[in-house]
């Protein structure tokens, strides 16, 4: 793979990656941007979304050698300068490794579920609309093999640039489908015969005395509301055993330690 060297910030083989923050605002047109050198290991060995090209920084080319060696054939590698970098990201970009995807066509939630084993472990989220939760929940999601992860239409994109960054690339390996409502995204998971897990500061349960259960959904509202009462009063809701002298755990470390007693492993 012969390295191209880009020297005009303008040039358009290089214009996706142009004003990277303003455009994790707006959009891009079903692509996504991806940052780092372990995040690109996970999309090249993961193949589940189209690479368009790589863009690295000079100095960082050397020691990615055989990241890029798990790249498509056809994909090219562009090579800039970190003031010519800066200039293409609008800031200064210290990691200097990126990458442009493609999303792949979305799915809905029955045909994410329909495919899972038969003891499938799924994590439903629910109003988490910020991208450092989504991110550490699929990170924890991939840590302790779930096999899926559906979020209700005010959850925050999974593909965001911040959330690939912080979840090391598991938002590109666990597959995940957006199911509109909370209620419909439960729904669903009843349909497929899951059993509903819902995660509460004053859950009914404590999560350690939960029984054996083939098929396991995870549900996690958000830190502010949590879930919504509807799901609340219909479904069991268990909770985390700890100090009283604190109200609550971050959602992310609480879907770390409730996925951990839900593991398979």
């Known amino acids: 793979m012969q390295p191209v060297p880009i020297v005009d910030p303008d040039d358009p083989r290089v214009e996706a990656y142009h004003a990277i923050r303003e455009r994790d605002l707006i959009g891009r047109q079903g692509m996504f941007i991806a940052e780092g050198k372990v995040v690109l290991n996970v999309l090249f060995a993961a193949k589940r979304y189209e690479v368009f090209s790589v863009l690295v920084l000079e100095s960082r080319l050397a020691g990615m050698a055989e990241t ?42 029955d ?5 899972l084993p038969d003891n499938a472990l799924v994590v439903a989220m629910v109003g988490i609309s910020n991208h450092d939760n989504v991110g ?33 690339g ?4 666990v597959p995940f489908a957006y199911a509109g409502s909370a209620e419909a995204l439960s729904q669903a998971l009843d349909r497929h015969g899951f059993r509903q897990v819902a995660l509460a500061p004053k859950g009914k349960h404590e999560i350690t005395s939960l029984p054996p259960a083939k098929k396991n959904a995870l549900l996690l509202g958000s830190e502010g509301d949590g879930l919504p009462p509807h799901l609340i009063q219909r479904l069991d809701t268990v909770r985390i055993p700890m100090s009283d002298s604190f109200d609550s755990l971050n959602v992310a470390a609480a879907s770390a330690i409730a996925l951990h007693r839900l593991w398979r492993g």
């Open 136 to 168: 550490s929940i699929f990170r924890n999601a991939a840590s302790f093999n779930a096999d899926a992860v559906l979020l209700d239409q005010t959850c925050c994109d999974p593909l965001y640039r911040k959330s690939i960054r912080v979840s090391v």
């Open 111 to 115: 045909e994410l579920l329909l495919n």
């Open 68 to 109: 890029l060696s798990r790249a498509p054939a056809h994909v090219p590698v562009y090579v800039a300068s970190q003031a010519v970098m800066d200039k293409i990201a609008g800031f200064h970009i210290h990691r200097g490794i990126l990458a442009l995807g493609r999303r792949g066509p979305e799915i809905g939630p």
């Open 170 to 173: 598991a938002a590109l390996k």
